[in-house]
């Protein structure tokens, strides 16, 4: 009788680290859907173009690696670094940019650190911050205006024309500032009635901006729901805003409004699928609750009072630099002990 | 309704009782050999007390421990002793250990038992030892000798008696099925302990998925102070942790036992078999087993004599060999695969499951750790799974234990749940054993160290001895030399203007022509022998060289030790080697010497 050998335990719940990526997708695809309806194609071609561009990277150093290349894309986290890279770009965003953008965060964030689960930093934030420091023009004239699919946004063809071959056709119609760098920018010379003006801000808060927020609270919403992300880092990272905003920012002549914040940026993008990454975030419930609320904090912080009009990717990456730190002084306190035993051996008891 | 509380984690995995539940327990036959491991308990190996052809009775000890903790091996039944040798066990190493063969005969023909009708009147100590003599040791799992466990430490009151009916592992329902049918002998042993202890509380904790085994307890606890607790499910409930948490809201301390916060916990199987030990005067020769898994046709509870085979339990169950996998002993949280189906129930067996094809299918391939967490919210005892992974992984013991790594319970939970289908449980096993083998290593070298600086500062204090002895003598013999000086200026003095050497050289040279005058002369009286006495002579000189040699090489390895080290004694231990190459160099002149002369004398005896 040959029987097998295998070590406890012989049970195993089933869901891989390649459907809980394919979750994370599902649940984006209500925002990606919202952003297209609002903005036209542009999302779309950029989430396809980054997708398939992060596959074919990803594909590329595992092999220079020697690592099984299918094994490790069927993990569908490369998948997950383009979309995210494809929901955060400017809807017109160059080819080459995105493209620069999602080399950087598969080969340079993520695989020359080791690959899958040993990157310090969000590789799609890590991209996103290449390209807006050293591309700032592309990466800010090159938001679409909010205009539904149906009543005038370009079309299909122009806005591949547009990404892919740079031709400047009508971009005048087509592009418009966001409405936190529109407000950032005018509410210097201007009150906040004067600001509101702006087409930007048509609809309850910025026109176009707030469905999509919505839609990615849902999917959101929805991960939390699976058990796939914990409640932690969203709540902190909105908390985080929130406190700041109640804290300094009520002067809606001075600075701009918690709604804006919450609603008109890539606030509820940045809360549940980008600040959730795993990977390089706090582990333990405690840590991952400082560790949103610095973010939230940072956004805040950047938007209010530095030189970007949105912060999510630099508020992820230096809270990212945070991680190791955070975890050392937020373990949970283990069954059968008086308190947890924070940072490295042998400087605490516990 | 008893207030419950909750531990933290935990999982839900697929039940799979129903498949043993459905049958009544039925009794396994009697097997062609029994098969009694010597140590089926915590502590030492029971003794054997039997020789091979020796006709045993049913209860009859054949093995006990006389030194050390242990309880004694009782003959499951009536028969012959046919062997005393190694067989395998149950071990996940599928290691083989010292086992007593049995053959039945047949007429299970009882030894005379003492039953106790009113245990009340004898003396604690009396009953305990009972307990012992009956060969009780936890049937849970770990094989604990239940009578030192109710003998808590002195300055230790147990409040809480706690008996887990929890049986949170898939697959496993012995203690259900003893619950169902056996619900009065579970509560008079519990009432036998109860006695024992005198607590304040005694509850049966019992998972909410098992309504049948709760009534039947309800109904056999009718009249008693003892409380039925039903608990919700959820693995691991039966960890005796996380059943102390859930019942009296209390943690056990890292590292200590339950009576440190004043509960005790106790197993249904061994609460039926005090009561039998007390009330019948019967030993723990049977236990209740589950027989499961989709590669038996008919699964379920079997009232099994200690020593049965597991294949004769499988075979009773109708297993199907073209359908089997594996074989776990226990369940498939915390079990462990068998090598073979040869071993036998022990007292601590509690489930075999024959897993078919499919069944509990083999993970897919280790993933990287996404540092997701689900293993953190999983985990009953709160600790950090991946970061105990990442530092079992990287052999960062220090680090791992500052985590409390030996808090961990190896419940399997974070395995269960980890997407990357990383086998944690594994590489936790792995760093408590380095860690434990790195102890036992430093223990050793701590040990050796202190044994060769104790050697170093003897052979320092004799170094020092020595060299007093030799300035001792120095000074002696300089004061001789002075002394002689001083009688020879006198005697110059005196005008004797001897040449003290020519004087030396002439008595040699006296002495000298005495002893060849004398050889010949013995070598006339005895032409044929051969000239002995000169033999020894090259000898001793030989000796004496090699001596000389051997010291010079020690004199020169201390010099090199020295100069490396950069001693101050360099100057003086180069003297030393100066004068011990002068010592070599007149050995050898001398032996030169003295087989020439050897040479020399047969020719001259001729």
């Given at each position: 009788?040959?029987l097998?050998?295998?070590?406890s335990?012989?049970?195993?719940s089933?869901?891989?680290?390649?459907?809980?990526?394919?979750?994370?997708?599902?649940?984006?695809?209500?925002?990606?859907?919202?952003?297209?309806l609002?903005?036209?194609?542009?999302?779309?071609?950029?989430?396809?173009?980054?997708?398939?561009?992060?596959?074919?990277s990803?594909?590329?150093?595992?092999?220079?690696?020697?690592?099984?290349?299918?094994?490790?894309?069927?993990?569908?986290?490369?998948a997950?670094?383009?979309?995210?890279?494809?929901?955060?770009?400017?809807?017109?965003?160059?080819?080459?940019?995105?493209g620069?953008?999602?080399?950087?965060?598969?080969?340079?964030?993520?695989?020359?650190?080791?690959?899958?689960?040993?990157?310090?930093?969000?590789?799609?934030?890590?991209?996103?911050?290449?390209?807006?420091?050293?591309?700032?023009?592309?990466?800010?004239?090159?938001?679409?205006?909010?205009?539904?699919?149906?009543?005038?946004?370009?079309?299909l063809?122009?806005?591949?024309?547009?990404i892919?071959?740079?031709?400047?056709?009508?971009?005048?119609?087509?592009?418009?500032?966001?409405?936190?760098?529109?407000?950032?920018?005018?509410?210097?010379?201007h009150?906040?009635?004067?600001?509101?003006?702006?087409?930007?801000?048509?609809?309850?808060?910025?026109?176009g901006?707030?469905?999509?927020?919505?839609?990615?609270?849902?999917g959101?919403?929805?991960?939390?729901?699976?058990?796939?992300?914990?409640?932690?880092?969203?709540?902190?990272f909105?908390a985080?805003?929130?406190?700041?905003?109640?804290?300094?920012?009520?002067?809606?002549d001075?600075?701009?409004?918690?709604?804006?914040?919450?609603l008109?940026?890539?606030?509820?993008?940045?809360?549940?699928?980008?600040?959730?990454?795993?990977?390089?975030?706090?582990?333990?419930?405690?840590?991952?609750?400082?560790?949103?609320?610095?973010i939230?904090?940072l956004?805040?912080?950047i938007r209010t009072w530095?030189?970007?009009?949105?912060?999510?990717?630099?508020?992820?990456?230096?809270?990212?630099?945070?991680?190791?730190?955070?975890?050392?002084?937020t373990?949970?306190r283990?069954?059968?002990?008086?308190?947890?035993?924070?940072?490295?051996?042998?400087?605490?008891?516990? | 309704?008893?207030?419950?509380?909750?531990?933290?984690?935990?999982?839900?995995?697929s039940?799979n009782?129903?498949?043993?539940?459905?049958?009544?327990?039925?009794?396994?036959a009697?097997?062609?050999?029994?098969?009694?491991?010597?140590?089926q308990?915590?502590?030492?190996?029971?003794?054997?007390?039997?020789?091979?052809?020796?006709?045993?009775?049913?209860?009859?000890v054949?093995?006990?421990?006389?030194?050390?903790?242990?309880?004694?091996?009782?003959?499951?039944?009536s028969?012959?002793?046919?062997?005393?040798?190694?067989?395998?066990?149950?071990?996940?190493?599928?290691?083989?250990?010292?086992?007593?063969l049995l053959?039945?005969?047949?007429?299970e023909?009882w030894?005379?038992l003492?039953?106790?009708?009113?245990?009340?009147?004898l003396?604690?100590?009396?009953?305990?030892?009972?307990i012992?003599?009956?060969?009780?040791?936890?049937?849970?799992?770990?094989?604990f000798?239940t009578d030192?466990?109710?003998?808590?430490?002195?300055?230790?009151?147990?409040?809480?008696?706690?008996?887990?009916?929890?049986?949170?592992?898939?697959?496993?329902?012995?203690?259900?099925?003893?619950?169902?049918?056996?619900?009065v002998?579970?509560?008079?042993?519990?009432?036998?302990?109860?006695?024992?202890?005198?607590?304040?509380?005694?509850?049966?904790?019992i998972?909410?998925?098992?309504?049948?085994?709760?009534?039947?307890?309800?109904?056999?606890?009718?009249?008693?102070?003892?409380?039925?607790?039903?608990?919700?499910?959820?693995?691991?409930?039966?960890?005796?942790?996380q059943?102390?948490?859930?019942?009296?809201?209390?943690?056990?301390?890292?590292?200590?036992i339950?009576?440190?916060?004043?509960?005790?916990?106790?197993?249904?199987?061994?609460?039926?078999?005090?009561?039998?030990?007390?009330?019948?005067?019967?030993?723990?020769?049977?236990?209740?087993?589950?027989?499961?898994?989709?590669a038996?046709?008919?699964p379920?509870?079997?009232?099994?004599?200690?020593?049965?085979?597991?294949?004769q339990?499988?075979?009773?169950?109708g297993?199907?060999?073209?359908k089997l996998?594996?074989?776990?002993?226990?369940?498939?949280?915390?079990?462990?695969?068998?090598?073979?189906?040869?071993?036998?129930?022990?007292?601590?067996s509690?489930?075999?499951?024959?897993?078919?094809?499919?069944?509990?299918?083999?993970?897919?391939?280790?993933?990287?750790?996404?540092?997701?967490g689900?293993?953190?919210?999983?985990?009953?005892?709160e600790?950090?799974?991946?970061?105990?992974?990442?530092y079992?992984?990287?052999?960062?013991f220090?680090?791992?234990?500052?985590?409390?790594?030996?808090d961990?319970?190896?419940?399997?939970?974070?395995s269960?749940?980890?997407?990357?289908?990383i086998?944690?449980?594994?590489?936790?096993r792995?760093?408590?054993?380095?860690?434990?083998?790195?102890?036992a290593?430093?223990?050793?070298?701590?040990?050796?160290?202190?044994?060769?600086?104790?050697?170093?500062?003897?052979?320092?204090?004799?170094?020092?001895?020595?060299?007093?002895r030799?300035k001792?003598?120095?000074?002696?013999?300089?004061?001789a030399?002075?002394?002689?000086?001083?009688?020879?200026?006198?005697?110059?003095?005196?005008?004797?203007?001897?040449?003290?050497?020519?004087?030396?050289?002439?008595?040699?040279?006296?002495?000298?022509e005495?002893?060849?005058?004398?050889?010949a002369?013995?070598?006339?009286?005895?032409?044929?022998?051969?000239?002995?006495?000169?033999?020894?002579?090259?000898?001793?000189?030989?000796?004496?060289?090699?001596?000389?040699?051997?010291?010079?090489?020690?004199?020169?390895?201390?010099?090199?030790?020295?100069?490396?080290?950069?001693?101050?004694?360099?100057?003086?231990?180069?003297?030393?080697?100066?004068?011990?190459?002068?010592?070599?160099?007149?050995?050898r002149?001398?032996l030169?010497?003295a087989?020439?002369?050897?040479?020399?004398?047969?020719?001259?005896?001729?």
């Amino acid at each position: 009788m040959a029987l097998a050998q295998q070590s406890s335990p012989h049970a195993h719940s089933a869901r891989p680290t390649s459907r809980v990526m394919l979750w994370v997708i599902l649940a984006a695809l209500p925002g990606l859907l919202a952003q297209t309806l609002v903005f036209g194609w542009g999302n779309l071609i950029n989430v396809v173009w980054c997708m398939a561009l992060a596959l074919a990277s990803e594909a590329l150093f595992l092999k220079l690696r020697h690592k099984p290349v299918g094994f490790f894309l069927r993990d569908n986290t490369a998948a997950v670094t383009g979309l995210l890279l494809g929901l955060a770009l400017p809807q017109f965003t160059p080819w080459w940019v995105s493209g620069i953008a999602v080399i950087a965060a598969i080969i340079v964030a993520k695989q020359l650190y080791g690959g899958l689960g040993s990157n310090p930093f969000n590789p799609a934030m890590v991209g996103y911050a290449l390209v807006l420091i050293s591309f700032p023009v592309a990466m800010t004239t090159n938001w679409a205006e909010a205009s539904t699919l149906w009543s005038g946004a370009p079309g299909l063809g122009e806005t591949l024309a547009k990404i892919f071959s740079g031709t400047q056709v009508a971009v005048d119609g087509w592009t418009m500032a966001t409405p936190l760098d529109e407000y950032k920018h005018k509410i210097a010379t201007h009150t906040a009635e004067e600001v509101l003006v702006h087409p930007t801000f048509g609809g309850f808060v910025a026109r176009g901006w707030e469905w999509v927020n919505i839609a990615f609270l849902a999917g959101g919403l929805l991960l939390v729901l699976m058990k796939i992300i914990t409640w932690h880092i969203p709540v902190a990272f909105l908390a985080g805003i929130v406190a700041m905003s109640l804290l300094f920012g009520t002067n809606a002549d001075q600075y701009a409004p918690l709604q804006l914040h919450l609603l008109a940026g890539g606030t509820m993008l940045g809360a549940f699928f980008i600040a959730t990454d795993p990977v390089s975030a706090a582990t333990s419930h405690q840590g991952k609750l400082i560790y949103g609320a610095g973010i939230g904090i940072l956004v805040y912080l950047i938007r209010t009072w530095g030189n970007y009009p949105d912060a999510v990717a630099f508020a992820v990456l230096l809270m990212n630099f945070a991680v190791p730190f955070i975890d050392h002084y937020t373990p949970p306190r283990t069954y059968g002990h008086h308190k947890a035993r924070r940072g490295v051996p042998g400087r605490s008891g516990g | 309704m008893t207030q419950l509380w909750d531990f933290a984690g935990g999982i839900h995995p697929s039940e799979n009782k129903h498949q043993s539940t459905d049958r009544p327990v039925r009794k396994a036959a009697l097997p062609d050999l029994l098969i009694l491991p010597l140590q089926q308990h915590i502590g030492e190996p029971a003794e054997v007390a039997v020789t091979i052809g020796d006709r045993v009775l049913k209860g009859q000890v054949i093995a006990d421990v006389s030194n050390g903790m242990g309880v004694p091996v009782h003959a499951p039944t009536s028969g012959v002793i046919t062997g005393i040798e190694q067989r395998s066990v149950p071990h996940p190493s599928g290691m083989a250990d010292w086992c007593i063969l049995l053959q039945p005969d047949g007429e299970e023909q009882w030894c005379s038992l003492d039953p106790v009708s009113d245990y009340k009147k004898l003396d604690r100590n009396q009953v305990l030892e009972r307990i012992r003599q009956a060969g009780i040791a936890g049937m849970g799992g770990a094989g604990f000798p239940t009578d030192i466990k109710l003998r808590p430490p002195k300055d230790r009151k147990v409040d809480t008696l706690i008996v887990n009916g929890a049986e949170c592992e898939p697959y496993i329902t012995a203690d259900d099925m003893t619950m169902r049918e056996q619900a009065v002998a579970v509560i008079s042993g519990l009432q036998v302990m109860a006695w024992i202890l005198r607590p304040s509380r005694c509850v049966v904790g019992i998972e909410d998925n098992k309504p049948e085994a709760i009534a039947a307890m309800r109904e056999a606890v009718q009249g008693t102070q003892i409380e039925i607790a039903v608990i919700p499910t959820k693995y691991p409930s039966g960890g005796e942790k996380q059943l102390i948490q859930i019942l009296t809201g209390l943690e056990v301390p890292s590292g200590g036992i339950p009576a440190d916060i004043g509960v005790m916990c106790q197993n249904i199987g061994t609460a039926v078999a005090v009561g039998q030990a007390i009330f019948e005067g019967k030993p723990l020769i049977s236990r209740m087993v589950t027989i499961t898994g989709d590669a038996v046709s008919e699964p379920g509870n079997f009232e099994t004599l200690i020593g049965t085979p597991v294949s004769q339990l499988l075979e009773q169950a109708g297993l199907r060999e073209d359908k089997l996998d594996r074989l776990i002993l226990g369940g498939p949280m915390m079990g462990y695969t068998l090598t073979t189906d040869a071993v036998p129930v022990v007292k601590t067996s509690n489930c075999v499951i024959a897993v078919a094809h499919g069944e509990l299918p083999e993970p897919p391939p280790e993933q990287a750790c996404i540092r997701c967490g689900q293993c953190a919210l999983a985990c009953p005892m709160e600790l950090l799974p991946q970061q105990l992974f990442w530092y079992s992984k990287a052999a960062e013991f220090e680090k791992a234990e500052h985590l409390n790594l030996f808090d961990c319970i190896e419940c399997g939970a974070c395995s269960y749940v980890c997407p990357s289908s990383i086998p944690l449980v594994q590489y936790y096993r792995f760093a408590k054993g380095e860690i434990r083998t790195q102890r036992a290593e430093q223990l050793k070298a701590d040990r050796a160290r202190e044994r060769f600086e104790a050697r170093q500062a003897r052979l320092e204090r004799e170094q020092q001895e020595k060299e007093e002895r030799r300035k001792q003598r120095a000074q002696a013999a300089a004061e001789a030399q002075a002394k002689k000086q001083a009688e020879a200026e006198q005697a110059a003095a005196q005008g004797e203007a001897t040449d003290d050497r020519a004087a030396k050289a002439a008595l040699v040279q006296q002495a000298l022509e005495r002893k060849k005058a004398k050889a010949a002369a013995q070598a006339k009286e005895q032409p044929a022998a051969p000239p002995v006495e000169e033999m020894p002579d090259i000898e001793a000189l030989e000796k004496q060289l090699t001596q000389a040699e051997a010291k010079l090489d020690t004199m020169q390895g201390m010099l090199e030790e020295a100069r490396t080290q950069q001693a101050d004694n360099v100057d003086k231990l180069e003297r030393a080697v100066a004068k011990n190459h002068d010592r070599v160099n007149r050995a050898r002149q001398a032996l030169e010497d003295a087989r020439k002369q050897v040479a020399e004398a047969p020719a001259s005896s001729q």
